[in-house]
Structures are given as C-alpha cells and as structure tokens.
C-alpha cells in the first residue's frame, strides 16, 4: 500500500530537549516536504527536499532542520525545541517536476513543547 | 506571492442539504487548484483537482470548477451526507522549483442527521 509513515504520533516533551520526528514513503518519490497546521492559518511549509541531498527552506524554517540521506525518508529535527513550535507536523511526498502532481501525506505528529 | 482565501467556518448543514464553500486565489502565474480533505486522526487527502481555466474536478459527488476570470476554485456538493463531516482545504501550486501547496485556513464541515 501506497503510504507515507509519520513518528511518532504524539510527543510531549519540554524545552531544549531536541527530538526528531520521522517520515518515510514507499512510493520512490523525489519530492518530500514538512508542513506544520495552526489554527486559523492552514498548512505553511517548514523544509522541502527535491531529491537526496537536496534540501530547502519553505516558508517557516526557523528552529528547523532537515536532512535528505535516503531518497525514502525524510526527518524533521527540532535541536531546541520552544513552546512556539507545538503544532500539528505532516510530511507530505510527490513525484518532482510537476505542479499537477497530488501530494501524498501522512497522517500528522502533533508535538506539544512544554 | 500566492495565497488562498477560504470561507470561514465552521459549516453546520442536515444531512441531504446542498453545500457550497467558496475558494478565492492569487497567483503569479497559472497555478493547479486543488481540494484536500481531512477526516479526524488523519492526513489531508486529495479530493479534486484542476489544472487550467475551466477544467472541472469531481469525485465522490463533489465538484469544483477553476474560474480564472473571477480566480475562484468553489467546493460544492448536492447532497451531503454525515460521512462528509470533515476539514477541507483549498491549495494551489506553481511550479518554482518547488512543488509548494499554498493553503487556505480550512473550513470544518459537520453534517447532522
């Protein structure tokens, strides 16, 4: 089955201590990229990665990292995390090259910094 | 640069009732329009989409049709049912070397009965 995984689920964790959230497809797809959801201001991309090795600022990077060593996988790293960062994350993937192209997302990781 | 305005919500409407959520957009150029949805607990998934003037998307009794002269991408639906209870998103994308979704802020859809 087409999909793309999210982990974890659910954190709660405090200030300053780094985390890292995973994302992974099995669809051999280029494009990946990091979203995170706020009440009243949709989905805003973080990082977006073309292909391996290949990573890029969205629109809200700060307090962000990202790192693209495998063509499948895809980690959202939060090195000092703050409150201002608890929020729904999804990681979203889709053949590059091509606006037409649905993004394939995974199902969230909602962190909460305390 | 791009963005996407989106009907407030929350829309509360009977089950069988017509539905209708306006979409505006502006973009540079010719963007894809699309609809996501997002059900409780999961990840947005693609309901429609189109990709030039006039095109018309539809799936699962839903329709939405790109207007550039009015920049409109408009949900509707003619009768809901208590399945559809969801959280749409409107979204374009322009091709800059990155294939970026430009969201609306959602609108949650809840169907009684």
């Known amino acids: 089955e087409a999909q793309v995984t999210q982990n974890p689920r659910y954190l709660i964790t405090v200030t300053g201590k780094k985390l890292t959230v995973t994302c992974s497809q099995n669809?051999?797809?280029?494009?990946m990229s990091w979203y995170r959801q706020d009440p009243g201001l949709g989905l805003r991309q973080i990082y977006y990665s073309m292909n391996v090795e290949v990573t890029d600022k969205g629109d809200v990077p700060e307090g962000y990292k990202v790192s693209r060593k495998e063509k499948r996988n895809f980690p959202l790293i939060l090195e000092s995390p703050s409150p201002n960062q608890t929020s729904l994350y999804f990681c979203?993937?889709?053949?590059?090259?091509?606006?037409?192209?649905?993004?394939?997302f995974g199902d969230g990781t909602r962190l909460s910094i305390l | 640069g791009d963005s996407v305005t989106q009907m407030e919500g929350p829309v509360t409407l009977s089950e069988e009732a017509f539905l209708t959520i306006n979409c505006t957009y502006t973009?540079?150029?010719?963007?894809?329009l699309f609809w996501y949805v997002q059900y409780p607990g999961e990840g947005l998934q693609l309901l429609l989409k189109?990709?030039?003037?006039?095109d018309k998307g539809s799936n699962k009794g839903f329709e939405a049709t790109y207007r550039k002269e009015t920049t409109s991408f408009h949900l509707e639906k003619g009768s809901v049912q208590v399945s559809d209870s969801a959280v749409y998103f409107c979204?374009?994308?322009?091709?800059?070397?990155?294939?970026?979704?430009?969201f609306g802020t959602g609108t949650r859809l809840t169907i009684i009965p």
């Open positions: 669809m051999n797809h280029e494009y």
């Open positions: 973009a540079t150029g010719y963007p894809s």
């Open positions: 189109a990709t030039k003037a006039d």
């Open positions: 979203a993937s889709s053949l590059r090259g091509d606006s037409n192209q649905p993004q394939h």
């Open positions: 979204a374009l994308s322009e091709y800059f070397g990155n294939e970026k979704l430009t």
